[in-house]
Nanobody, 120 residues
Framework: QVQLVESGGGLVQAGGSLRLSCAAS????????MGWFRQAPGKEREFVAA??????QTSYADSVKGRFTISRTRNTVYLQMNNLKFEDTAVYFC???????????????WGQGTQVTVSS
């Protein structure tokens, strides 16, 4: 059974940092791109960041460029979030797919999500 399990979410003040982790199990994800999406209450799920299987290619949403960094090991993907803002508050989802795309429909596997709350 394929599983993506996120961790590292929590409550942080604006300007603070958090590091999200996503551990993949059930199969090897070494050839899969992995990404992070987020969904705030009342809003659609939106792309945050993605990384290719080789870690040689990364992409970011404009809203997080310069503040968030995605990285990975063989079966784990990380999202380092610095200078957090109130508008970063959302449930963050880890995902895996064939390409580091910005479209949610391109990804095959999804985690359950981890809540990130930024207080202003």
């Amino acid at each position: 059974q394929v599983q993506l399990v996120e961790s590292g979410g929590g409550l942080v003040q604006a300007g603070g940092s958090l590091r999200l982790s996503c551990a993949a199990s059930g199969r090897t994800f070494v050839n899969y791109a992995m990404g992070w999406f987020r969904q705030a209450p009342g809003k659609e799920r939106e792309f945050v960041a993605a990384i290719s299987w080789s870690a040689g290619q990364t992409s970011y949403a404009d809203s997080v460029k310069g503040r968030f960094t995605i990285s990975r090991t063989r079966n784990t993907v990380y999202l380092q979030m610095n200078n957090l803002k109130f508008e970063d508050t959302a449930v963050y989802f880890c995902t895996a797919g064939s390409l580091p795309d910005t479209a949610a429909g391109s990804y095959k596997y999804w985690g359950q999500g981890t809540q990130v709350t930024v207080s202003s």
